[in-house]
């Protein structure tokens, strides 16, 4: 690892100006450590040992973004940099936050608050690294270790411990097992930590490069306190002619095929969460799971709730759960009705999670989807280049056209487009206005629509 960190200008000017007043100052933290490691810092923090209004004092343009806890955001130019005064922290009733913080001058003190050893190191160019809790051994060695007491740091703030494992997958560092198994011990506390941060931790987690290491979330106990019908998926198994994986493990292997997008990592990290609750098993050790897509959905959707997904994220990965195994499509026909079904703004996520599904099979299974998938994306490409009608809005007839027509205003309009739809879907060549003008007008007077309008 280099001795030296390039820091940008905004950084130089913020530590000249703390130390020409006569204070201490470092950049601190993760922008120490992704430096460290050859990475680009998102980031650069400072912690300082002037006071905040010490520091607000100094520069022109300051912001109170944590002032309770002694930050200050600093404006230089167009880059904004957070400066923190040293502190010590008070109790953690909460296990999140502490009760109160006294400021420091001491840079150590401050270190010592920190959650992992990695991050717990300090950088100024004239006096190089701080690291006092052997934060670059650890780097050098992929470790994740907690600074001081494991058990102390997790039960001032239990989010750590989903941290621990989430750096351990964005990094692919290992956990020292001090601190694996003061999370084992600590893990129901977890329950104290919000949603939103939990879903915010295992996000990182399920997007990373190691999405295997929801495993590891299981292993310690926590998933038993955020997402328990996952870690039944964990030991089920699947005894069947297309599977080798338990259905944990199936969906792990899933996460690893498809790309690090949060809708597509979460769709097949849910896709089969359903299974535990719906599995039987013949006699002959055949297993089944008869409903499990539905029964998927169902979990997948409270699983979201409770996790305070947004509306639309949870509604599109709950639609790529619904429509992820694939259908049985022989023709243009065939895919423009599941096209139409399923939404055609969905369709090229949905191959994407077919062939990630098909990727968590018995190799003959995924060959054999494979080629099938492949057909039906062509089938889909042919479709696309014809300008297929695949919604309601693609007819060329409108509501005011059936209207016109002397159609009552409310629901027998959807009802009539419908049905022109599910024509047209059938042959695209009868899109044409005045064909569909004619097709309503025949409509008028038919007994399901009269039925449908007095109902």
Known sequence: ??????????????????????YEAFIVGGCVRDSFMGRVPKDWDITTSA???????????????GIQHGTVTVRIGQESYEVT?????GAYTDHRRPDTVSFSTNLREDLLRRDFTINAMAYHPKSGIIDHYH??????????????SPADR???????????????????????????????????????????????????????????????????????????????CLNTPQNTPYHKYTVGRHMIETMKHIEQDPVLRWTMFLHDIGKPAVRTTDPDGTD????????????ADQAMRRLKFDNASRNRILQLIRYHEIPSVSS?????????????????????????????????VDRVNQEEISRMK????????????????????????????????????????DLLFKQVLSDPSLNEHDLLIRTAASLKDAKELQNFSES
């Open 1 to 22: 690892m280099a001795d030296r960190i390039n820091l940008p200008g905004g950084v130089h000017v913020i530590l000249n100006a703390l130390n020409t007043a006569g």
């Open 51 to 65: 006071r905040p209004e010490e520091v607000k004092g100094l520069f022109a343009h300051t912001y109170d973004t």
């Open 85 to 89: 005064t040293y502190r010590v922290d």
């Open 135 to 148: 934060g670059r051994e650890d780097l050098r060695d992929h470790i994740i270790r907690c600074v001081g």
């Open 154 to 232: 997790f039960r001032e703030d239990a989010l750590r411990m989903l941290r621990a494992v989430r750096f351990a997958a964005q990094l692919d560092f290992s956990l020292e097992p001090n601190t694996r198994e003061a999370i084992r011990l600590l893990s129901p506390t977890i329950a104290h930590v919000s949603w939103e941060r939990i879903r915010d931790e295992l996000n990182k987690v399920i997007i990373s490069d190691h999405p295997e290491m929801v495993e590891e979330i299981c292993q310690l106990g926590l998933m038993h306190y955020i997402l328990p019908e996952w870690e039944a």
């Open 288 to 299: 089944h799971f008869i409903g499990h897509i539905e029964k998927s959905v169902q979990i």
């Open 332 to 364: 243009e026909k065939d895919m423009r009705f599941m096209a139409a079904e399923a939404g055609p703004e969905l369709m090229e996520d949905l191959f994407k999670v077919m062939e990630a599904d098909a990727r968590g099979k018995k190799e003959e």
């Open 378 to 417: 062509s089938l889909y490409a042919r479709i696309l280049q014809d300008q297929d009608p695949l919604r309601v809005g693609d007819l060329k007839i409108n509501g005011k056209d059936l209207k016109d027509l002397g159609y009552p205003s409310g629901p027998v309009i959807g009802r009539v487009l």
